[in-house]
Protein backbone atom coordinates (compact mmCIF):
# COMPACT_ATOMS: atom_id res chain seq x y z
CA UNK A 1 0.00 0.00 0.00
CA UNK A 2 1.23 3.77 -0.12
CA UNK A 3 3.21 5.36 2.48
CA UNK A 4 1.63 8.49 2.65
CA UNK A 5 -1.97 9.66 2.39
CA UNK A 6 -4.00 12.62 3.01
CA UNK A 7 -7.05 13.44 5.24
CA UNK A 8 -9.11 14.97 2.35
CA UNK A 9 -8.88 15.25 -1.18
CA UNK A 10 -10.31 18.93 -1.47
CA UNK A 11 -10.27 21.92 0.52
CA UNK A 12 -12.28 25.64 0.10
CA UNK A 13 -10.53 28.48 1.10
CA UNK A 14 -11.43 31.89 1.28
CA UNK A 15 -8.96 34.17 -0.36
CA UNK A 16 -6.87 35.56 2.33
CA UNK A 17 -7.59 33.35 5.24
CA UNK A 18 -5.00 30.26 6.22
CA UNK A 19 -4.46 27.05 4.83
CA UNK A 20 -3.97 23.69 6.31
CA UNK A 21 -3.28 20.85 4.55
CA UNK A 22 -2.82 17.37 6.40
CA UNK A 23 -0.84 14.08 5.38
CA UNK A 24 -0.28 10.53 7.07
CA UNK A 25 2.19 8.36 6.99
CA UNK A 26 2.56 4.53 7.78
CA UNK A 27 6.02 3.92 7.31
CA UNK A 28 8.16 5.01 10.69
CA UNK A 29 11.53 4.76 8.84
CA UNK A 30 10.51 7.38 6.83
CA UNK A 31 12.77 10.42 7.04
CA UNK A 32 12.24 12.80 4.80
CA UNK A 33 9.33 14.66 3.33
CA UNK A 34 8.68 17.07 0.89
CA UNK A 35 5.23 18.78 -0.22
CA UNK A 36 4.87 19.36 -3.61
CA UNK A 37 2.49 21.75 -5.39
CA UNK A 38 0.80 20.76 -9.11
CA UNK A 39 -0.90 22.89 -11.53
CA UNK A 40 -3.11 21.54 -13.93
CA UNK A 41 -0.98 20.22 -16.74
CA UNK A 42 1.94 20.78 -14.92
CA UNK A 43 4.80 18.36 -13.13
CA UNK A 44 4.82 18.61 -8.90
CA UNK A 45 6.87 21.75 -7.88
CA UNK A 46 8.88 21.70 -4.72
CA UNK A 47 7.30 23.67 -2.06
CA UNK A 48 9.20 23.03 1.20
CA UNK A 49 10.80 19.47 2.96
CA UNK A 50 11.65 18.63 6.57
CA UNK A 51 13.53 15.77 7.94
CA UNK A 52 12.56 14.03 10.72
CA UNK A 53 14.78 14.94 13.13
CA UNK A 54 12.98 18.62 12.64
CA UNK A 55 9.23 19.30 13.97
CA UNK A 56 8.51 22.53 12.11
CA UNK A 57 10.29 24.07 9.28
CA UNK A 58 9.07 27.84 7.53
CA UNK A 59 9.03 29.34 4.00
CA UNK A 60 8.09 32.13 2.56
CA UNK A 61 4.29 31.66 3.56
CA UNK A 62 4.51 28.23 4.07
CA UNK A 63 4.99 26.30 7.58
CA UNK A 64 5.37 22.56 7.73
CA UNK A 65 4.83 20.61 10.70
CA UNK A 66 5.38 16.98 11.61
CA UNK A 67 4.44 15.11 14.38
CA UNK A 68 6.39 11.76 14.35
CA UNK A 69 4.28 10.12 17.48
CA UNK A 70 1.57 10.24 14.86
CA UNK A 71 3.11 10.02 12.04
CA UNK A 72 1.17 12.52 10.88
CA UNK A 73 2.71 16.08 8.86
CA UNK A 74 0.72 19.31 7.50
CA UNK A 75 1.00 22.18 5.36
CA UNK A 76 -0.14 25.56 6.13
CA UNK A 77 -0.38 28.29 3.72
CA UNK A 78 -0.57 31.96 5.45
CA UNK A 79 -3.18 34.61 3.06
CA UNK A 80 -3.95 32.04 0.83
CA UNK A 81 -4.19 33.79 -2.76
CA UNK A 82 -5.78 32.72 -5.55
CA UNK A 83 -2.62 31.01 -7.28
CA UNK A 84 -2.51 28.90 -4.28
CA UNK A 85 -5.30 27.14 -5.97
CA UNK A 86 -3.51 23.47 -6.90
CA UNK A 87 -3.36 20.09 -6.22
CA UNK A 88 -1.01 19.83 -3.25
CA UNK A 89 1.14 16.17 -2.17
CA UNK A 90 2.84 14.87 0.10
CA UNK A 91 5.72 13.18 -0.63
CA UNK A 92 8.51 11.11 1.21
CA UNK A 93 11.54 8.51 1.38
CA UNK A 94 13.78 6.64 3.66
CA UNK A 95 17.19 6.74 4.16
CA UNK A 96 17.57 3.41 2.39
CA UNK A 97 15.88 4.31 -0.32
CA UNK A 98 16.76 8.43 -1.08
CA UNK A 99 15.84 8.34 -4.53
CA UNK A 100 12.47 7.01 -4.24
CA UNK A 101 9.47 8.97 -3.84
CA UNK A 102 6.47 7.49 -2.16
CA UNK A 103 3.66 9.84 -3.04
CA UNK A 104 0.14 10.24 -1.37
CA UNK A 105 -3.28 11.08 -3.52
CA UNK A 106 -3.19 14.67 -3.01
CA UNK A 107 -5.96 17.39 -2.21
CA UNK A 108 -7.14 20.16 -4.54
CA UNK A 109 -6.98 23.24 -2.73
CA UNK A 110 -9.29 25.86 -4.71
CA UNK A 111 -9.23 29.89 -3.51
CA UNK A 112 -12.73 31.35 -3.12
CA UNK A 113 -12.34 35.07 -4.12
CA UNK B 1 19.07 27.11 -17.87
CA UNK B 2 16.00 25.24 -19.15
CA UNK B 3 14.32 22.67 -16.94
CA UNK B 4 13.47 19.22 -17.62
CA UNK B 5 12.05 18.96 -21.02
CA UNK B 6 9.35 16.44 -22.21
CA UNK B 7 7.70 15.41 -25.49
CA UNK B 8 5.72 14.50 -26.47
CA UNK B 9 3.43 16.94 -24.39
CA UNK B 10 -0.04 14.45 -25.44
CA UNK B 11 0.45 10.95 -26.95
CA UNK B 12 -2.41 9.20 -28.59
CA UNK B 13 -1.87 5.73 -29.48
CA UNK B 14 -4.39 2.91 -30.10
CA UNK B 15 -4.14 -0.03 -28.49
CA UNK B 16 -1.07 -2.30 -29.31
CA UNK B 17 0.80 0.49 -30.88
CA UNK B 18 4.34 1.42 -29.81
CA UNK B 19 4.74 4.25 -27.28
CA UNK B 20 7.84 6.44 -26.66
CA UNK B 21 8.52 9.26 -24.26
CA UNK B 22 11.47 11.39 -24.13
CA UNK B 23 13.29 12.99 -20.90
CA UNK B 24 15.74 15.41 -21.39
CA UNK B 25 16.96 15.94 -17.60
CA UNK B 26 18.21 19.19 -16.60
CA UNK B 27 21.65 20.76 -17.50
CA UNK B 28 24.13 19.14 -15.64
CA UNK B 29 21.62 16.40 -14.21
CA UNK B 30 22.95 12.60 -14.73
CA UNK B 31 20.15 10.87 -12.67
CA UNK B 32 17.01 10.40 -14.20
CA UNK B 33 13.48 9.07 -12.89
CA UNK B 34 10.24 8.47 -14.21
CA UNK B 35 6.89 8.26 -12.51
CA UNK B 36 3.43 7.64 -13.26
CA UNK B 37 0.39 9.41 -12.28
CA UNK B 38 -3.34 7.28 -12.44
CA UNK B 39 -6.32 10.28 -12.46
CA UNK B 40 -6.77 11.23 -8.63
CA UNK B 41 -3.84 9.90 -7.76
CA UNK B 42 -0.32 10.61 -6.31
CA UNK B 43 3.11 9.57 -8.26
CA UNK B 44 4.12 6.70 -8.50
CA UNK B 45 7.81 5.76 -9.38
CA UNK B 46 8.57 3.60 -12.00
CA UNK B 47 12.35 3.61 -12.41
CA UNK B 48 15.82 5.49 -11.72
CA UNK B 49 18.38 5.80 -14.00
CA UNK B 50 21.86 7.22 -14.90
CA UNK B 51 23.51 7.91 -17.80
CA UNK B 52 23.75 4.08 -19.35
CA UNK B 53 22.84 2.31 -16.79
CA UNK B 54 19.39 1.61 -14.97
CA UNK B 55 19.71 1.47 -11.23
CA UNK B 56 16.29 0.53 -10.10
CA UNK B 57 13.44 -0.46 -11.82
CA UNK B 58 10.91 -1.98 -9.42
CA UNK B 59 8.39 0.25 -9.99
CA UNK B 60 8.22 -0.63 -13.71
CA UNK B 61 5.99 -3.48 -15.04
CA UNK B 62 8.12 -6.34 -15.85
CA UNK B 63 6.56 -6.71 -19.54
CA UNK B 64 6.41 -4.19 -22.28
CA UNK B 65 7.96 -1.74 -20.39
CA UNK B 66 11.61 -0.61 -21.17
CA UNK B 67 13.53 2.31 -19.80
CA UNK B 68 16.63 3.59 -20.85
CA UNK B 69 19.23 6.93 -20.53
CA UNK B 70 22.01 6.66 -23.26
CA UNK B 71 25.49 7.98 -23.13
CA UNK B 72 24.39 10.59 -25.54
CA UNK B 73 20.42 11.77 -25.77
CA UNK B 74 17.20 11.58 -23.76
CA UNK B 75 16.58 8.98 -21.35
CA UNK B 76 13.39 7.11 -22.99
CA UNK B 77 10.50 5.24 -21.71
CA UNK B 78 9.21 2.52 -24.33
CA UNK B 79 5.86 0.99 -24.01
CA UNK B 80 5.44 -2.00 -26.34
CA UNK B 81 1.66 -2.87 -26.90
CA UNK B 82 0.40 -0.43 -25.07
CA UNK B 83 -3.03 -1.22 -23.41
CA UNK B 84 -6.13 1.29 -22.49
CA UNK B 85 -4.90 1.24 -18.52
CA UNK B 86 -1.72 2.15 -19.84
CA UNK B 87 -3.57 5.90 -19.80
CA UNK B 88 -1.88 8.08 -17.84
CA UNK B 89 0.45 10.65 -17.25
CA UNK B 90 4.19 10.11 -17.20
CA UNK B 91 6.35 12.50 -15.24
CA UNK B 92 10.20 12.60 -15.41
CA UNK B 93 12.20 14.08 -12.93
CA UNK B 94 16.04 14.67 -12.97
CA UNK B 95 18.54 16.06 -10.17
CA UNK B 96 22.71 16.25 -10.09
CA UNK B 97 22.92 13.65 -7.03
CA UNK B 98 20.97 10.41 -6.54
CA UNK B 99 18.86 11.60 -4.18
CA UNK B 100 15.77 13.30 -4.07
CA UNK B 101 16.28 15.84 -2.60
CA UNK B 102 13.49 18.59 -2.88
CA UNK B 103 15.61 21.70 -4.14
CA UNK B 104 17.32 19.75 -6.38
CA UNK B 105 14.73 17.90 -7.48
CA UNK B 106 13.05 19.36 -10.68
CA UNK B 107 9.96 17.64 -12.96
CA UNK B 108 8.93 17.76 -15.87
CA UNK B 109 5.57 19.07 -17.22
CA UNK B 110 4.82 15.32 -18.28
CA UNK B 111 3.28 13.70 -20.98
CA UNK B 112 0.03 12.71 -21.42
CA UNK B 113 -0.63 9.15 -22.83
CA UNK B 114 -4.15 8.19 -23.80
CA UNK B 115 -4.58 4.74 -25.62
CA UNK B 116 -7.77 4.10 -27.61
Known amino acids: GESVGLHLPTLSVQEGDNSIINCAYS??????FIWYKQESGKGPQFIID?????DKRQGQRVTVLLNKTVKHLSLQIAATQPGDSAVYFC????????????FGAGTTVTVRA | NAGVMQNPRHLVRRRGQEARLRCSPM?????VYWYRQLPEEGLKFMVY????????ESGMPKERFSAEFPKEGPSILRIQQVVRGDSAAYFC??????????????FGSGTQLSVL
Open chain 1, 27 to 32: NSASDY
Open chain 1, 50 to 54: IRSNM
Open chain 1, 91 to 102: ADHTGSNDYKLS
Open chain 2, 49 to 56: LQKENIID
Open chain 2, 93 to 106: ASSPLGQAEGEKLF
Open chain 2, 27 to 31: KGHSH
